[in-house]
């Protein structure tokens, strides 16, 4: 479509060389739209968000995704009719926007998820102690009642079960303590200091099970924001701690080691342990397990967030002797 002679007229001054220029260095979207909001003029930033001469313009009336990016536009009356349009790209300020908010909210959540955790901590403990007073007399009692063994069995299950909802009590209230806890930044993922990060919110659930151990050969910038990166190690630090019993830490390992990929760009990491090992193959699909020692990510997340950096993820289990998770993230 031809402009009419009067848009010809109010574009006139856009056809000097030095404005031109400017208004081509622009990073903003710069059109002027006639009366019929037909474009007369549209410089290199607004063509790029498919704004093109000669065409109908409809003016956005709040801010809209324009070549995948979100827009803001604005307009500015022309004395002699039409309006000129303003198309500013609001992409970078809306994620940083968003990342904030998001940074916030979770700041919020985590303080109420450790003053949870404290209340909740408060009567377990007392229950704890009651019920190892419990346990103590029932084995007093036993060995005075010995025939009367059907009815202390009966205590006894009554008893595993107690113990069995406290642990799993326990188990959610580390879960939130680790939730609440610092974590690394959201730069990109810094292995070292993921590592030693999870392995320092993995303590109480390694306690008394087995020694974490850190052998990194390979070090780097990986390509999976730190935060990510930390909580998928953690949820594995934890899996590894369920699979072992109590009371042989001093014999079993878990140890977090990293090599350089035969692929180049990628870091392979493998997370190992001498727990009791898988009976049927490692299943990615979504499920809660209800162990109580850890409820929180399951491999189904785990291998999301690997799937995400366009990774990969085996699982290698024998029942008895352990098991080896392996991930390939590329490299930043």
């Not at 060389?17 to 009366?35: C, F, K, N, R, S």
Request: proline share 6%.
């Amino acid at each position: 479509m031809v402009p009419s002679a009067s848009s010809k007229k109010r574009c006139k001054g856009y056809n000097h060389p030095v404005t031109e220029q400017v208004l081509g260095a622009l990073i903003d979207g710069i059109a002027v739209l006639d009366e019929r909001g037909v474009v007369t003029y549209a410089n290199p930033a607004a063509i790029a968000f498919g704004v093109t001469v000669g065409t109908t313009y409809e003016v956005p009336l709040e801010d809209t995704l324009l070549a995948g990016r979100v827009i803001s536009a604005t307009t500015t009356p022309l004395p002699a009719g039409g309006v000129v349009v303003v198309l500013r790209d609001l992409t970078d300020h809306t994620i940083a926007a968003r990342r904030a908010e998001l940074a916030e909210r979770r700041a919020e959540h985590a303080v109420h998820a450790a003053s949870f955790a404290h209340q909740v901590n408060n009567p377990l403990a007392i229950i704890n102690v009651h019920a190892e007073l419990i346990k103590d007399e029932l084995a007093s009692l036993r060995a005075r009642h010995r025939d009367d063994a059907r009815r202390y069995a009966d205590i006894d299950e009554s008893m595993a079960e107690l113990e069995s909802a406290v642990a799993a009590i326990t188990g959610l209230t580390a879960d939130l303590r680790a939730y609440s806890q610092p974590m690394p930044g959201a730069n990109r993922g810094d292995l070292r200091r993921a590592v030693e990060w999870a392995c320092r919110t993995a303590a109480p659930a390694l306690r008394d099970r087995a020694r974490p151990v850190i052998q990194l050969a390979a070090d780097g910038k990986l390509a999976l924001e730190e935060p990510k990166l930390g909580r998928l190690l953690l949820a594995l630090l934890h899996n590894a701690a369920a699979a072992t019993p109590l009371g042989h830490a001093d014999r079993n390992d878990v140890v977090i080691s990293s090599r350089e990929s035969a692929t180049p760009g990628r870091l392979v990491i493998e997370i190992t342990d001498t727990g009791a090992g898988m009976r049927e193959p490692a299943t990615f699909v979504p499920k809660l397990t209800g162990h109580p020692i850890h409820v929180g990510l399951g491999l189904a997340e785990c291998r999301a967030i690997v799937d995400e950096a366009k990774g990969a993820m085996l699982i290698d289990s024998q029942p008895g002797v352990g098991t080896t998770v392996t991930i390939e993230i590329p490299l930043r």
